[in-house]
């Protein structure tokens, strides 16, 4: 079962915005980068974007770079994924976990674990 507690999708049209939710029940959920991952219908998952622990290194994948901005509250062991401009391709379901980064794309730290229930974004007019 995935630490993980994804929220904060809908129905929105494109050029619109969203901001999601990645909840984690973890008691050393500082200690780790956090990435958002998505998975569009009939395709593989994508990681976007990923926050290190203190916050202070962030990654974006060149699809979401300058519309997407991924922040964390380690206070309340949350990170957020605020999304701008939307655009049809960006319709999948998004989906958070530790991470890590090899050769310029970002994986799940933790490959074998189970993924959390997502939350969908659909972006359609």
């Known amino acids: 079962q995935s630490q993980f507690v994804e929220s904060g999708g809908g129905l929105v049209q494109p050029g619109g915005s969203l901001r999601l939710s990645c909840a984690s029940s973890?008691?050393?959920?500082?200690?780790?980068?956090i990435g958002w991952f998505r998975q569009a219908p009939g395709k593989e998952y994508e990681g976007i974007s990923c926050i290190s622990g203190s916050g202070d290194m962030k990654f974006y994948t060149d699809s979401v770079k300058g519309r997407f901005t991924i922040s964390r509250d380690n206070a309340k062991n949350t990170v957020y994924l605020q999304m701008n401009s939307l655009k049809p391709e960006d319709t999948a379901v998004y989906y958070c976990?530790?991470?890590?980064?090899?050769?310029?794309?970002?994986?799940?730290?933790?490959?074998?674990?189970?993924w959390g229930q997502g939350t969908q974004v659909t972006v359609s007019s």
């Open positions: 973890g008691d050393t959920f500082d200690d780790y980068a």
């Open positions: 976990a530790a991470a890590t980064i090899i050769g310029g794309v970002l994986y799940r730290l933790y490959s074998d674990d189970s």
